[in-house]
């Protein structure tokens, strides 16, 4: 059993950064991989990020060269660091857990509660 719990979402304007924690307990959570995920009002959950139990990293489009996802296991806690942030990146982000890379969102066996970020113009 995995729980995750998510910190650091916020409100910062277009162009500034922000970074998201992931927070896990369990003694498996080094040996998952760790997908970031967002949903903004009126969308589907889409594919952000996924750091494997490697620490091999894999982004969507439209955050590459923006975003970086990285894991602490020493201290079981995953990040995203998100630089110059765009209005489009407004959405509700979560962290989960898989004990394989994956993109796709029902695969992911456990959830954090989500955080909100909001990039104001």
């Known amino acids: 059993q995995v729980q995750l719990v998510e910190s650091g979402g916020g409100e910062v304007q277009a162009g500034g950064s922000l970074r998201l924690s992931c927070a896990a307990s369990?003694?498996?959570?080094?040996?998952?991989?760790v997908g970031w995920f967002r949903q903004a009002p009126g969308k589907e959950r889409e594919f952000v990020a996924v750091?494997?139990?490697?620490?091999?990293?894999y982004y969507a489009d439209s955050v590459k060269g923006r975003f970086t996802a990285s894991r602490d296991s020493a201290i079981n806690t995953a990040y995203l660091q998100m630089n110059n942030l765009k209005p489009e990146d407004t959405a509700v982000y979560y962290c989960?857990?898989?004990?394989?890379?994956?993109?796709?969102?029902?695969?992911?066996?456990?959830w954090g509660q989500g955080t909100q970020v909001t990039v104001s113009s």
């Open positions: 369990g003694r498996t959570f080094s040996s998952y991989a």
């Open positions: 989960a857990a898989y004990p394989r890379i994956s993109y796709v969102s029902p695969d992911y066996d456990y």
């Open positions: 750091v494997t139990s490697r620490a091999i990293t």
